[in-house]
């Protein structure tokens, strides 16, 4: 017998023609962040991929829940401190740097395991440490600039997907 409480239950695809409307909606924001993100924030277009990613987790993983946006994003600056502590670490303090680093980013896997912090350690944590422990990332990302991509563009597609869901109930027909 499967669930299908409301609480476990999938919501049905969007028709091919409010799939269509989504997608459009979707290609203005990408452009309207990229543009906010190159032209405003100065920001480089290989950091870019922190808002991007985070609106793809959001979006996926917390299926554009506004109330879980700031756990997403925290985990994110987390993950994302941890992917640079893997780099700066032994560069800076050697085999010592690189035990440290270690060790930290297995405390943060066990604190996900058990769900001690999920405010702090989540999913979102372990996704971007992935992204972030990337060599190719590492060689070319600028931190700064990953943590305010990351925590800009998610507040930038949070406000904004908010915003037209709260358009479209105002709108929706009363059921």
Known sequence: MSDTSPATAVAPP???????????????????????????????????????????YWANNEQLQFKR???????????IGLGWALVYAPAHYGATGLTAAVLLLI?????????????????????????AA???????????????????GGLFFGLVVEGLQRLAAKFAPAG
């Open 14 to 56: 969007p028709t091919p023609v409010a799939g269509l409307a989504i997608l459009a909606i979707v290609l203005v924001l990408i452009v309207a962040w990229i543009v906010i993100g190159l032209q405003v924030l100065h920001i480089h277009d290989t950091s870019l991929i922190g808002g991007f990613l985070m609106l793809w």
């Open 69 to 79: 946006l700031p756990a997403a994003i925290i985990g994110a600056v987390v993950g």
């Open 107 to 131: 405390l943060a896997l066990y604190l996900d395991i058990i769900k001690a912090v999920p405010l702090v350690v989540n999913t979102s944590s372990m996704l971007y440490v992935t992204i």
């Open 134 to 152: 990337a060599p190719l990332v590492q060689l070319h990302v600028d931190w700064t600039e990953l943590v305010l991509s990351t925590v800009i």
